[in-house]
């Protein structure tokens, strides 16, 4: 089965700092799908950016880039020039192409941007 | 609609009572998934559709859970006997994904604001 750990529960840092979220994941099959999402106080998750397993370029959405080590099974988020908005819940979650998308995710990072 | 809606937001109830649960889904996505975020924890999953029929209810706790999409649109998810560990935000989301090689997908899956249930 696959697993998805995030080590960090907080996280709290100032406004224009940058961040970096940590993520791990346990699976044996080579190709699959990797997402951060963002759920803030009003409860919907946000996908804030995805990355496929085949493609080795890291995915990058304006303030938002990843770094994705498949050997390490490594995927974590960087947030450049960190803004008050981006305080929220941070969740990775993992998806194998052939499992219509039925996400298992972390456990969860509660990121505080402080003005 | 323009996004996956929830009904209700919040939905307090007592021990052994029935409860139902709905989503509206983004119209012309065929996937429909139900999670389940208890307080601190990443969302579960619990069941998802393809069109009307339940392709994968694995992540149903017991029994006393039941959800239904009959028209391939809205779905209800239903739980009977409500205990108090049933507490929980129960989230539903929509995509366009299609079984491998019958259609493109990106992997995303929209998701609404949930409804929050409290068993007293």
């Known amino acids: 089965a696959q697993t998805v750990t995030q080590s960090q529960p907080e996280m709290s840092v100032q406004e224009a700092e940058t961040v970096t979220l940590s993520c791990t994941y346990d699976?044996?099959?080579?190709?699959?799908?990797l997402f951060w999402y963002k759920q803030p106080p009003s409860r919907q998750m946000i996908l804030v950016i995805r990355q496929e397993a085949y493609k080795q370029q890291n995915a990058t959405e304006n303030r938002f880039s990843v770094n994705f080590q498949k050997a390490a099974k490594s995927f974590s988020l960087k947030i450049s020039d960190s803004q008050l908005g981006d305080t929220a819940m941070y969740f990775c979650a993992f998806t194998t192409i052939q499992g219509a998308q039925k996400l298992v995710f972390g456990q969860g990072t509660r990121l505080t941007i402080n003005p | 609609g323009a996004g996956v809606s929830q009904t209700p937001s919040n939905k307090v109830t007592e021990k052994g009572k029935y409860v139902e649960l709905r989503c509206d889904p983004i119209s012309g996505h065929t996937a429909l998934y139900w999670y389940r975020q208890s307080l601190g924890q990443g969302p579960e999953f619990l069941i998802y559709f393809q069109g009307t029929g339940a392709a994968d209810d694995s992540g149903l706790p017991n029994d006393r859970f039941f959800a239904v999409r009959p028209e391939g649109s809205v779905s209800t998810l239903k739980i009977q006997r409500t205990e108090r560990g049933d507490s929980a935000v129960y989230l539903c989301a929509s995509s366009k994904w299609a079984p491998p090689g019958q259609g493109s997908n990106t992997g995303e899956l929209f998701f609404g604001e949930g409804s929050r249930l409290t068993v007293l």
């Open positions: 699976t044996s099959e080579s190709n699959y799908y």
